[in-house]
């Protein structure tokens, strides 16, 4: 895979305060890479010093190979951006908006805005007035502008902020689709796990201005320990002969289940241990555990460790 975006040990102070500290990953052509963490960690700042609204403190951010902080023209040149909310005039039609920008660069052509506006399923409703359309619309119309130019990198601050479900699947599609099918990089901030459990081929979790964490998206489901419960007909005899056998591991009551935290290898030793002790299982059932529940064991610190 091609890396297109490098941040080199970035660090940004701001008033004395490191809001974000020492951050280093590399993003590839043709994924879409989540930045994800809670309110106020750092996702908004890291993403304006990577399209050059803000200036880095320390280390550097690589565009192409193109330094942001010394060569800023030819790096910024790949990167298509929605940071803050695009601007666009209301009583103008999806058309004209995207006619208004395009005329500020002069390599735009009409076959473009048509292929783009296609892009994102906007074709019917283009010449309408931007005042019609839903708050999904506004965001593809955004992504539209976007990738006027043909970015190689497209960066989204919170994409899916304020869109109905069906707004938030549309979103969803049409960047996958934009990563998949024109091998672009598509970087995506949010703080809602379930989003980027869906979107992400890759996941970034920073907390505190700190990287905690960079994993494919099934690597956090599978690095975690696994919730497996056991239906049986005798449930304190059951807990005797596990706590007899594997005095660590950790056992919780449940409506009548017991609840066991173990890896998936364990289990057919806990199965035979039951029925050698005459104990029937009734059911063994995997507690499923959301992206929410791993994102909070990574960031409570039972990993500190990060996988870049
Ligand atoms: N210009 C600034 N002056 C002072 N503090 C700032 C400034 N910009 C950001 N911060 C602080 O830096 C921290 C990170 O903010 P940032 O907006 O990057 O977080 P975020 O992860 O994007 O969260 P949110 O989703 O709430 O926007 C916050 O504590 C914020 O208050």
Do not use: W
């Not at 899916?160 to 099918?181: Q, S």
């Not at 489901?221 to 005899?237: P, Q």
């Amino acid at each position: 895979m091609t890396e297109i975006v490098k941040l080199n040990d970035v660090t940004k102070v701001i008033k004395g305060r490191k809001i974000i500290d020492s951050i280093s990953f590399e993003v590839h052509k043709g994924e879409v890479f989540g930045f994800l963490g809670p309110n106020g960690a750092g996702k908004t700042t890291t993403i304006r010093m990577m399209v050059g609204l803000i200036g880095i403190t320390e280390g550097d951010i690589e565009i192409a190979g193109k330094s942001i902080k010394k060569d800023f023209e030819r790096a910024i040149r790949h990167i298509g951006a929605i940071v803050e909310n695009p601007e666009m005039y209301k009583f103008l039609s999806g058309y004209q908006n995207l006619i208004h920008y395009a005329r500020m660069s002069n390599v735009i052509s009409k076959e473009k805005i048509d292929e783009v506006v296609k892009l994102v399923g906007l074709t019917e409703r283009i010449h309408e007035k931007v005042k019609t359309y839903s708050l999904g619309m506004r965001q593809r119309l955004g992504l539209a502008q976007s990738l006027l130019h043909e970015p190689d990198v497209l960066i989204l601050d919170e994409p899916t902020n304020g869109l109905d479900p069906a707004g938030i699947r549309e979103i969803r599609d049409h960047l996958r689709f934009l990563a998949k099918e024109n091998n672009m990089a598509v970087i995506v901030s949010s703080h809602l796990l379930a989003e980027m459990e869906m979107m992400c081929d890759r996941i970034a979790i920073i907390q505190d201005g700190k990287l905690v964490n960079v994993q494919p998206v099934q690597h956090f489901m599978e690095g975690s320990e696994h919730t497996v419960a056991f239906e049986v007909d005798d449930a304190a005899g059951a807990i005797q002969v596990i706590t007899a056998a594997h005095p660590d591991i950790e056992i919780k009551q449940m409506d009548g289940r017991i609840l066991l935290t173990i890896s998936k290898k364990q289990v057919p030793g806990i199965v035979t241990g039951l029925v050698n002790n005459r104990i029937d299982i009734y059911s063994v059932q995997e507690v499923t555990k959301t992206l929410e529940d791993r994102f909070l064991e990574i960031t409570r610190g039972k990993e500190g460790h990060i996988h870049a």
